[in-house]
């Protein structure tokens, strides 16, 4: 079992940065590649980078691809989303979760989102 928690979402004019964090709680986190995803309103939810369970190989969905960079530190149970040149498109709840792919469905466990939004 992996409990997610997101942090770091807020108000940010376009250009600008954030950095999400997902705090892991559970022995086998260190086991588990992570993803983060998007869901805008109105929208389906959306992949966005995934990471795999060591670190060494990572994921981006084009529209993200040059702007964001998903990191993880094993020993502090944490992964994180670094999102840069914000644009107002980049408006969403932005969800962790555990598992390893692009769908929703190869995911077993999430957090409860935090909001993004992005100022034009």
């Known amino acids: 079992q992996v409990q997610l928690v997101e942090s770091g979402g807020g108000l940010v004019q376009a250009g600008g940065s954030l950095r999400l964090s997902c705090a892991a709680s559970g022995r086998t986190f260190s086991s588990y590649a992570m993803g983060w995803f998007r869901q805008a309103p109105g929208k389906e939810r959306e992949f966005v980078a995934a990471i795999s369970w060591s670190g060494g190989s990572t994921y981006y969905a084009d529209s993200v691809k040059g702007r964001f960079t998903i990191s993880r530190d094993n020993a502090k149970n944490t992964v994180y989303l670094q999102m840069n040149s914000l644009k107002p498109e980049d408006t969403a709840v932005y969800y962790c979760?555990?598992?390893?792919?692009?769908?929703?469905?190869?995911?077993?466990?999430w957090g409860q989102g935090t909001q993004v939004t992005v100022s034009s």
């Open positions: 979760a555990a598992g390893y792919g692009s769908r929703p469905t190869e995911y077993d466990y």
